[in-house]
């Protein structure tokens, strides 16, 4: 009996020894995932390129520290044998590798370096040291080689047409059409970019039609408008242009505020993000691909040129401007409305319910701060913001939240699962 209670004892130990190994320099979540967000705005990264960039950064942190504990199903890379190696100095290292690479055109990369030495300043320069390192390098460069696959599609030189229902560029800018090549990025989840590709838009000749233009109309009128005080200001609070951290980013920093607010601990923070970021990588994906295969007109186009679309309900207003400008690529569906619904449907199901109290920011309205009640409450605000903007159709906004859900469902059921044993 003495002898199985020493036993024991030197077990339990010996697996304390190990778990006090990974935990005893425990890095803190947010400092990677927010200069991430910095890096994304200083960059000025378009929407799908920085919802891309964020989960590849993400899931290689997620495989990373999975490669500890083995826990859950891996993404790219399989768990490993690390018992005796530093978790801070592998998680610090595929950070640093993972946020230099993917930034590498656009970025200093001094800037991620300081930060990579000012993370590791503290920690042992000991063997365990070394073996996070390597381990860490090992998760970067897996996802390298994953961000070579989205490069290697070249510039699509996409040609606009004058036909009724059809995208142009719009004033003032007359921007070129942004990222059309992006349907042939390969999804990082769904089986194909148009697996959940929507229904196509509402016919320029129907009556539904009509109604959604003038909704719109009334709604996103620069100088006339049927809107309140603080529609006007969601339509710049969410507004999420280059420049900013876009859509992504905002839900990244709902997700901490989140985090703070459930008591998450290191590793249910580290499985939460990746599988956000991932959701949103391919509703980004998913979105683009139906912007380019029916692109579809914007509002100020269809109210100004209404003479053209042979509907008998509708009448052209050259005049007409929306409050916001017109993004460079086609309407439909959303792509606001198809990030915050997917991302708020992944937090539905990974805190287990909807009614989370929860408080952001915005980039473009500095200090000002505003709270919900729900993740529903927050994206059905995003969604209509781009309405109050005159920037798109209800129906954009109604299918774009729809097809991010659908995306969200997906990812949560079929990726980063918990082990069986």
Same mark, same amino acid.
């Given at each position: 009996?003495?002898?199985?209670?020493?036993?024991?004892?030197?077990?339990?130990?010996?697996?304390?020894?190990?778990?006090?190994?990974?935990?005893?320099?425990?890095?803190?979540?947010?400092?990677?995932?927010?200069?991430?967000? @910095?890096?994304?705005?200083?960059?000025?990264? /378009?929407? &799908?390129?920085?919802?891309?960039?964020?989960?590849?950064?993400?899931?290689?942190?997620?495989?990373?520290?999975?490669? %500890?504990?083995?826990?859950?199903?891996?993404?790219?890379?399989?768990?490993?044998?690390?018992?005796?190696?530093?978790? $801070?100095?592998?998680?610090?290292?595929?950070?640093?590798?993972?946020?230099?690479?993917?930034?590498?055109?656009?970025?200093? /990369?001094?800037?991620?370096?300081?930060?990579?030495?000012?993370?590791?300043?503290?920690?042992?320069?000991?063997?365990?040291?070394?073996?996070?390192?390597?381990?860490?390098?090992?998760?970067? @460069?897996?996802?390298?080689?994953?961000?070579?696959?989205?490069?290697?599609?070249?510039?699509?030189?996409?040609?606009?047409?004058?036909?009724?229902?059809?995208?142009?560029?719009? +004033? &003032? %800018?007359?921007? +070129?059409?942004?990222? /059309?090549?992006?349907?042939?990025?390969?999804?990082?989840?769904? #089986?194909?970019?148009?697996?959940?590709?929507?229904?196509?838009?509402?016919?320029?000749?129907?009556?539904?039609? $009509?109604?959604?233009?003038?909704?719109?109309?009334?709604?996103?009128?620069? =100088?006339?408008?049927?809107?309140?005080?603080?529609?006007?200001?969601? *339509?710049?609070?969410?507004? !999420?242009?280059?420049? *900013?951290?876009? &859509?992504?980013?905002?839900?990244?920093?709902?997700?901490?505020?989140?985090?703070?607010?459930?008591?998450?601990?290191?590793?249910?923070?580290?499985?939460?993000?990746?599988?956000?970021?991932?959701?949103?990588? @391919?509703?980004?994906?998913?979105?683009?691909?139906?912007?380019?295969?029916?692109?579809?007109?914007?509002?100020?186009?269809?109210?100004?040129?209404? =003479?053209?679309?042979?509907?008998?309900?509708?009448?052209?207003?050259?005049?007409?401007?929306?409050?916001?400008?017109?993004? &460079?690529? +086609?309407?439909?569906?959303?792509?606001?409305?198809?990030?915050?619904? *997917?991302? $708020?449907?992944?937090?539905?199901?990974?805190?287990?319910? !909807?009614?989370?109290?929860?408080?952001?920011?915005?980039?473009?309205? #500095?200090?000002?701060?505003?709270?919900? !009640?729900?993740? @529903?409450?927050?994206?059905?605000?995003?969604?209509?913001?781009?309405?109050?903007?005159?920037?798109?159709?209800?129906?954009?906004?109604?299918?774009?939240?729809?097809?991010?859900?659908?995306?969200?469902?997906?990812?949560?059921?079929?990726?980063?699962?918990?082990?069986?044993?």
């Amino acid at each position: 009996m003495h002898l199985k209670k020493v036993l024991s004892f030197m077990l339990a130990s010996s697996l304390l020894a190990t778990f006090t190994q990974a935990e005893q320099d425990m890095p803190t979540f947010e400092n990677w995932n927010n200069r991430a967000l @910095d890096a994304i705005r200083s960059s000025r990264t /378009p929407p &799908p390129m920085a919802a891309y960039a964020l989960a590849l950064l993400h899931l290689s942190l997620y495989d990373t520290v999975n490669g %500890f504990h083995g826990d859950f199903e891996a993404y790219a890379v399989e768990p490993e044998d690390l018992s005796d190696a530093s978790l $801070a100095a592998a998680y610090h290292t595929a950070a640093y590798e993972t946020l230099t690479d993917l930034f590498n055109e656009s970025v200093n /990369p001094a800037v991620f370096k300081k930060a990579y030495q000012q993370e590791i300043m503290d920690l042992p320069k000991d063997e365990a040291f070394e073996k996070g390192v390597a381990w860490g390098k090992k998760v970067a @460069d897996a996802y390298k080689k994953i961000c070579d696959e989205s490069r290697k599609y070249d510039v699509v030189d996409w040609q606009t047409a004058s036909d009724a229902g059809i995208w142009r560029e719009t +004033p &003032p %800018f007359f921007r +070129p059409a942004l990222l /059309p090549h992006w349907p042939k990025v390969e999804p990082l989840a769904m #089986p194909t970019s148009d697996a959940f590709r929507c229904e196509p838009p509402l016919p320029i000749d129907s009556e539904a039609y $009509a109604k959604e233009l003038y909704e719109v109309k009334a709604l996103g009128g620069r =100088d006339k408008h049927d809107r309140s005080s603080y529609d006007t200001l969601s *339509s710049v609070f969410w507004s !999420d242009d280059l420049g *900013s951290s876009t &859509p992504a980013g905002s839900w990244n920093l709902i997700a901490q505020d989140v985090c703070r607010s459930e008591g998450y601990d290191f590793y249910q923070k580290v499985r939460l993000f990746a599988l956000l970021n991932l959701t949103m990588a @391919d509703a980004g994906i998913a979105c683009w691909d139906a912007k380019y295969h029916y692109n579809y007109w914007r509002p100020e186009t269809a109210i100004r040129q209404a =003479d053209i679309d042979n509907n008998p309900a509708t009448e052209p207003d050259t005049e007409w401007i929306p409050l916001m400008g017109s993004p &460079p690529f +086609p309407e439909y569906p959303s792509g606001h409305s198809s990030f915050s619904r *997917s991302a $708020a449907q992944l937090l539905t199901l990974y805190v287990g319910r !909807d009614e989370v109290h929860f408080s952001t920011t915005s980039d473009q309205v #500095p200090g000002a701060i505003r709270s919900y !009640d729900g993740f @529903d409450q927050c994206a059905d605000e995003v969604g209509m913001s781009r309405l109050h903007g005159g920037i798109h159709f209800m129906s954009a906004n109604l299918i774009g939240q729809e097809l991010g859900a659908r995306v969200a469902d997906f990812v949560f059921e079929e990726y980063l699962q918990e082990r069986a044993n």
